[in-house]
């Protein structure tokens, strides 16, 4: 189906033709590794071939596990010495030395603090022994004083009573017996008196004697019944009393003593919990001045790790390196790997397993091989930060290969080998272009250029599958070409229906192709290898784009004016 443009004046047309013309004749005057024949450097001849689908990022080579060195001590130290970075070391070789004399100083003085702290420990234990010892003397003493108290009780009841008691009844017994005795000496001086042998005074003397007796009886018995009644149970209360007080202070005693030791004990141990705390403070400060040496826990090269921002330094002597903050890495150069950024354009035809080429710049005569890894789930951050349009994926391509040469932050390049497609039609992908809602090749047809709605499947950063609308041996336009304002403002085609019409202006022929084509020969020729590295430079963009551009399907904006 032919398709025209609207009214255009004809100047601009073949300015812009010229251009393009000359764009797409250095685009393909460097043979793909895909085969591409062209007929006067504007045509491909289409056919059936085998077709590699792939895609090729750049990255950084890295390894797949490292060890980092930090500054794992607590504190912010200077570097007195480090090996120089790219040194190969072996596992216990010294990479770097801390400045440790502020750790000695916290040493030295802990070390003091440690030796007066054992000295009020030892104190402590004295001061305990001695109140232990007062008070069990104390104890022994008011033990004492009870077990007398309980035995003088016992000695009232069981001894000094009953005595008591015997004197009283002897008292008591002699008195009725001098009683008995004056009665009868009062009679008998009574029968003398009668006889006249015994005077008035002799009878008042024996009457008195006898008065005195029963006088003394009676007192005897008083004294006895006050003693029982009075005496005995006053006697045993007061001893009762003073065994309670003995009791009393007995238990006082040894409360206090409890309460003292208590005391002295937990002076003690809050000593011993000092000696502890700085015998641990003094085993940190040696344990931090052995982390200002640091030796290698493996072979490995060393990297020095890049400043973080503008506050801190390079890694040399005489920085300074806050806690934690990495210094250096050994990588296991043995396990290489590449980190790619993939574009969200291929990412879903990227999968883990998927066998890779890997390239490195500095070895470009090797070619190794490798495999997808580990593809990140979501877009990469940092990428998002510096451009919030453009999202691309970390991706991870182990290496198999092992070579002594390859060092972790050089530059390669990863072909990422998607699919390999076996007899079937491919073009060039600048080929394929959209027209309104319809991809298209612009075939030749005589002299005529006829825009063919074409069937695109996969495709690479080259070529592309054509799954209908061009057969094997048709002649397609390298360089398809939409005139005028047939191009909207974000650089979608016109409609069919926006570009056909009485006054549409006819698409140049072969002939007008390759006459326009002389305006820029001599651009063409240009020096083989300024083309290659300009290529090169560019590749990767152009690649990008032109993936994008001709794979998706854009909205089509009508020129309101024109139509």
Known sequence: MNFAMNTLKQKPIWILLVVLLIGGGLAFSIKDTQEIEMIDADYHVAKRSNFMVSIVEGGTLTATSEHVVRNETDYTL?????????????????????????????????EQNVE?????????????????????????????????????????????????MTNFAAKIKIAEEELERARDRLDKTKKLKERGYATEVELRADELSLTKQEL????????????VKYDYPKAVRLAQAKIRDQELDLVRTKQKSKTSIRSYETALESKKRSLKAYEERLEEYKHQLSLCKVHAPREGLVVYQPPSNYRYPGIEVGASISSKYRILKLPDVSQMMLEIMVH????????????????????????????????????DTRSRYYNPNLKVYKTEVWINERLSDLKPGVSGRAEIV??????????????????????????????????????????????????????????????????????????????????????????PSAEELKAAQQVGRADMEMDEEAKRRADKANQKVDKKKNAEARANKPKVKKDKKNT
């Open 344 to 379: 969200e354009s291929h990412v879903r035809q990227v999968k883990e397993g998927l066998p890779c080429i890997v390239s490195i710049d500095s070895l470009p005569e090797n070619k190794l091989s490798g495999f997808i890894r580990r593809v990140a789930p979501l877009p």
């Open 418 to 507: 998607v699919t390999n497609l076996s007899d079937v039609v491919t073009v060039p992908i600048q080929c394929v272009t959209t027209i309104g809602n319809e991809q298209v090749c612009f075939v030749r047809s005589g002299s005529d250029n006829l825009a063919v709605p074409v069937e695109v499947g996969m495709f690479n950063d080259s070529m592309i599958e054509i799954r209908s609308g061009v057969n094997p041996g048709d002649e397609v336009l390298l360089s398809p070409i939409v005139l005028g304002d047939a191009i909207d403002m974000e650089g979608s085609f016109a409609s069919t229906e926006d570009i056909t019409g009485p006054d549409a202006v006819k698409i």
């Open 116 to 164: 007066e702290a054992k000295l009020k420990l030892e104190y402590a234990h004295e001061s305990l022994n001695l109140s232990r010892l007062t008070w069990e003397a104390e104890i022994d003493e008011e033990t004492l004083s009870l077990e007398i108290a309980n035995s003088d009780l016992e000695k009232y009841k069981e001894g000094e009573w009953p005595i008591t």
């Open 216 to 227: 003394n009886i009676r007192q005897y018995k008083l004294e006895r019944d006050i003693a």
């Open 78 to 110: 200077q570097i007195t010495w480090i090996i120089p970075e790219g040194s190969v070391v072996k596992k216990g070789d010294l990479l770097l030395e801390l400045d440790s004399s502020t750790l000695r100083e916290k040493i030295a003085s802990q």
